[in-house]
């Protein structure tokens, strides 16, 4: 498995941006798809965004297209979620995850690796 270590939450006014960063360690970052989910109080977790280890095809949740943006770095083992025209309804406990596949995935049970969440939170 991947180790996985979120950073870059924090509190935001609507309108504003953040960064999210997910620093990999333990195996190659090679050949994994890495995804973005989050969780808000009382709702399951859910998909927010999602990149192929090469970088070259990424996919996006409705609620994400035209203000996330997911990159990766391979030589750093990082992965990004750039955030803009944040909204109350962002706010959440966001988690970066692995999954062993050269395609994209979407469905939370297809990754195996998790980090432990950083806590994003919007105000209006």
């Known amino acids: 498995q991947v180790q996985l270590v979120e950073s870059g939450g924090g509190l935001v006014q609507a309108g504003g941006s953040l960064r999210l960063s997910c620093a990999a360690s333990?195996?190659?970052?090679?050949?994994?798809?890495m995804g973005w989910f989050r969780q808000a109080p009382g709702k399951e977790r859910e998909f927010v965004a999602a990149i192929r280890w090469s970088g070259s095809s990424t996919y996006y949740a409705d609620s994400a297209k035209g203000r996330f943006t997911i990159s990766r770095d391979n030589a750093k083992n990082t992965v990004y979620l750039h955030m803009n025209s944040l909204k109350p309804e962002d706010t959440a406990v966001y988690y970066c995850?692995?999954?062993?596949?050269?395609?994209?995935?979407?469905?939370?049970?297809?990754?195996?690796?998790w980090g432990q969440g950083t806590q994003v939170t919007v105000s209006s």
């Open positions: 333990g195996r190659t970052f090679r050949g994994y798809v």
């Open positions: 995850a692995a999954a062993s596949s050269l395609s994209l995935r979407v469905d939370i049970r297809d990754y195996d690796s």
